[in-house]
């Protein structure tokens, strides 16, 4: 793109791509000539800003495990029994009903228990319902699984609620499971208890289970607070997934795990059970003295201090984008964020000149302000943007007032009279 000219080519393609190769196609058109330092709203890494900061104690956990030469062989495929465990009483926390370390298996990360879930339920013809706008992991794992996606609209306007008419006009007897991230990427949003039940319930009447992603589990600074999905166990299998990376800052170690929130015993199937052990044991977990550390960073992180300080910095930059977005041109924001780290915003082309699309809007919006966010088609939703608010209040409020000047710069005539 030059001089105001059309996206280019490498841009048409960004809807076949991760959401990392559509961010990294937008730092090669940054112009390091306009003075300006480039602000990256676009990536939900907080370790790119220091008021998100790793708890000492987890970083003494992984020293500690390292150091005591007890952990530099391999662990159980499954993960170690340890680990398993600590996760196992760290999810029973919130369940009316006890996991054991059975039902848990640690992963590379969140994206990996992805992977799992839909290779354990891929079968021929089978389908999966997701959520738009959702996670695009999913849609790109169900692709090489021979998974058929279909998908379900989050609702905007009662808070991005799944449309569950939606979802029962979809399924059928191919539909194997639905997808639920909950508190939500990308629109930030969290599901009540009452609608959780009413998707557990409409899951049991379709006979189809419920992944439940929940990577922003208790990331929550709204009226709701976070329920997890396995509450409703007895309801409708869950597979619940989730990772170390957001609550404790540390994206980068990727532990996360996939666990079988199944009080009424459907997955203690032997069947079942030795597929997925067998499955893990093609897997690699992540580094053993990683796993050793999480028993001491669940039991010794101090929730009072370290998670409502958190909690308190991501309602203070959602509360600054809620109100800049406000002043912006072309720009709208359905739904205030309640959880999370990201917010969908909807752009109105119509009083935009010179902007084709959401994917026009973000390409030019690099090149001319050096603001990184990323298009909504990367999520499922056309002419609409994702915008990360994890970051530090001066960088934000810089990067939405340099969208503002981006805005108004491209306003029509028409609506600024």
Same mark, same amino acid.
């Given at each position: 793109m030059e001089n105001g000219g059309p996206v280019t080519h490498e841009a048409e393609t960004v809807s076949t791509i991760t959401i990392k190769g559509i961010l990294s196609l937008m730092m090669q058109i940054i112009d390091e000539e306009n003075g300006k330092r480039v602000i990256t709203?676009?990536?939900?890494?907080?370790?790119a800003y220091s008021c998100f900061l790793t708890p000492s104690v987890v970083r003494?956990?992984?020293?500690d495990a390292l150091q005591s030469n007890k952990f530099n062989g391999y662990a159980p495929t499954v993960g170690l029994l340890q680990?398993?465990?600590?996760?196992?009483?760290?999810?029973?926390?919130?369940?009316? %009903?006890? $996991?054991?370390? @059975?039902?848990?298996?640690?992963?590379?990360?969140?994206?990996?228990?992805?992977?799992?879930?839909?290779?354990?339920?891929?079968?021929?013809?089978?389908n999966i319902l997701l959520p738009r706008p959702g996670f695009p992991i999913y849609e790109?794992?169900? +692709?090489?699984?021979?998974?058929?996606?279909?998908? &379900?609209?989050?609702?905007?306007?009662?808070?991005?609620?799944?449309?569950? @008419?939606?979802?029962? +006009?979809?399924? @059928?007897?191919?539909?194997?499971?639905?997808? =639920?991230?909950?508190?939500?990427?990308?629109?930030?949003? *969290? %599901?009540? %208890? #009452?609608?959780?039940k009413k998707i557990a319930e409409t899951a049991n009447k379709l006979k189809i289970l419920v992944?439940?992603?929940?990577?922003?589990?208790?990331?929550?600074?709204?009226?709701?607070?976070?329920?997890?999905?396995?509450?409703?166990?007895?309801?409708?299998?869950? $597979?619940? $997934?989730?990772?170390?990376?957001?609550?404790w800052i540390v994206p980068g170690w990727r532990l996360g795990w996939f666990v079988t929130s199944d009080p009424n015993g459907t997955f203690k199937e032997p069947k079942i059970i030795e597929r997925i052990k067998?499955?893990? @044991?093609?897997?690699?977990?992540?580094?053993? &003295?990683?796993?050793?550390?999480?028993?001491?960073?669940?039991?010794?992180?101090?929730?009072?201090?370290?998670?409502?300080?958190?909690?308190?910095?991501?309602k203070q930059t959602s509360d600054i984008c809620w109100e800049m977005m406000k002043e912006i041109p072309g720009i709208t924001c359905p739904h205030k964020p309640e959880g999370s780290m990201a917010v969908m915003v909807k752009l109105d082309l119509s009083n935009l000149k010179d902007i084709s699309d959401d994917i026009d809007f973000c390409f030019r919006l690099a090149k001319e302000e050096s603001v990184i966010v990323l298009p909504g088609?990367? *999520?499922?939703? #056309?002419?609409?943007?994702? =915008?990360? &608010? +994890?970051?530090?209040?001066?960088? $934000?409020?810089?990067?939405?007032?340099?969208?503002?000047s981006f805005c108004q710069r491209h306003v029509k005539m028409s609506q600024i009279y």
């Open positions: 709203l676009g990536m939900g890494d907080p370790t003494e956990a992984a020293v680990t398993r465990r600590a996760i196992a009483e760290y999810l029973n926390r919130d369940l009316p %009903y006890k $996991l054991s370390p @059975d039902d848990v298996f640690i992963t590379s990360g969140c994206t990996q228990a992805i992977d799992v879930s839909l290779a354990m339920l891929a079968r021929p013809g089978a790109l794992s169900a +692709a090489f699984r021979r998974l058929q996606v279909r998908y &379900f609209d989050l609702l905007p306007e009662k808070g991005w609620e799944v449309d569950l @008419d939606s979802v029962e +006009a979809l399924a @059928d007897q191919n539909t194997v499971a639905m997808v =639920i991230i909950n508190p939500g990427n990308p629109c930030g949003n *969290v %599901y009540s %208890y #009452k609608h959780l992944i439940a992603d929940e990577v922003y589990g208790h990331l929550t600074f709204g009226p709701n607070p976070f329920v997890p999905m396995g509450v409703f166990g007895s309801t409708v299998p869950v $597979l619940t $997934l989730g990772s170390l990376s957001k609550r067998n499955y893990f @044991d093609i897997l690699g977990g992540p580094a053993t &003295f990683i796993q050793a550390a999480v028993p001491r960073i669940i039991e010794h992180t101090d929730d009072e201090i370290f998670f409502k300080e958190t909690n308190n910095t991501l088609t990367a *999520v499922g939703l #056309k002419n609409w943007l994702r =915008i990360i &608010f +994890a970051s530090d209040p001066s960088s $934000l409020k810089e990067g939405l007032g340099r969208i503002k």
